[in-house]
């Protein structure tokens, strides 16, 4: 859902709503998965290629699930503020139009669609004031194996491509800070990040395992305090404390997590926040290609 305005003034937003001449309908745009991609990465692509906009993604929306001759689509759609970028009409999209909310369900040539932009308009209401891209480093070398000092274990060979993966997946987002726990695992997974954004990793030991053992109320104020920041940050931690400080956060909120929270080496959770509070939880397993 491309969008563009000041969400102080809901009734003012924009939407894009695409002319397809291929099939003479009016939608929101998508598209496919190539090989090697994720599906954070394919939204941007897709926009960039169809639109000709820079987009800056938010909100996970859901997914629409429907039948197309023998088989079934499933599309996911996210918030994405338009950054820049220009249109320029092609084979696959020759018009688009910017309309207001109301307007744009107006044209929308399919229901799901239309149920695709109600969601929109809720979030566009109860915007996020921060989010925080919360990762788990990649994989490393075994534990068993590694006779030195464990802050020093490194990145395995799919550890190191799970790094590189997480750069077009976390660039989506636009983070503008960069944090990560003491280990050196959890350092070299945002470094390839931090390169291409050039920006600089921000190392707190209370982001980590040893930190939510020892010092609970300190880890927990660290966190806080990335979120009183606003804008968007990523914070790379470790396999213990990231579901304690989920399961934490939801506590602290409105928003349910189910009992077993789920962080597997290279994942990322997708934290929304408004006014401190956690108002979305989006988890993604996997930096790595979807096909």
């Known amino acids: 859902v491309l969008w563009r305005g000041d969400l102080e003034a809901v009734k003012k937003i924009e939407v ?3 002319h397809r001449p291929h099939y003479d309908d009016w939608s929101l745009a998508k598209g496919k998965v190539d090989p090697g991609e994720s599906l954070v ?3 941007v692509r897709e926009i960039k290629e169809e639109t000709g906009y820079d987009i800056r993604l938010g909100k996970l929306l859901g997914k629409t699930i429907y039948p197309v001759k023998n088989t079934t689509k499933v599309v996911y759609y ?3 503020q338009v950054t820049g970028g220009e249109f320029t009409p092609n084979s696959e999209v020759d018009e688009i139009r910017w309309l207001p909310l109301d307007q744009a369900s107006e044209l929308l040539t399919y229901d799901l669609d239309r149920q695709v932009l109600e969601k929109a308009e809720k979030r566009f209401r109860l915007p996020a004031t921060s989010r925080i891209l919360y990762v788990r480093h990649g994989r490393a ?3 068993e194996k590694w006779s030195g000092d464990d802050n020093l274990r490194p990145l395995d060979k799919k550890g190191r491509r799970q790094s590189e993966m997480l750069v077009p997946l976390l660039s989506a987002f636009a983070p503008e800070r960069i944090y990560s726990a003491a280990p050196e695992r959890c350092q070299t997974t945002v470094a390839p990040l931090a390169d291409e954004l050039g920006l600089d990793v921000g190392v707190n030991e209370r982001f980590g395992d040893d930190a939510w053992l020892t010092d609970m109320v300190g880890a927990q104020r ?3 305090d990335v979120i009183a920041q606003g804008g968007t940050s990523v914070i790379c931690a470790q396999g ?3 579901p304690g400080m989920l399961a934490w956060l939801s506590a602290q909120g409105t928003l349910p997590i189910d009992t077993h929270i789920h962080a597997k080496k290279g994942s990322v959770w997708v934290l929304s926040f408004r006014d401190g509070q956690l108002t979305g939880a989006d988890y993604v397993p996997s930096a790595l290609p979807v096909l």
Request: aromatic share 12%.
């Open 41 to 43: 990465a394919t939204a």
């Open 222 to 224: 660290a966190f806080t």
């Open 16 to 18: 894009a709503c695409i």
């Open 78 to 80: 996210w918030t994405g």
């Open 240 to 242: 213990e404390i990231i």
């Open 141 to 143: 070398h075994e534990r």
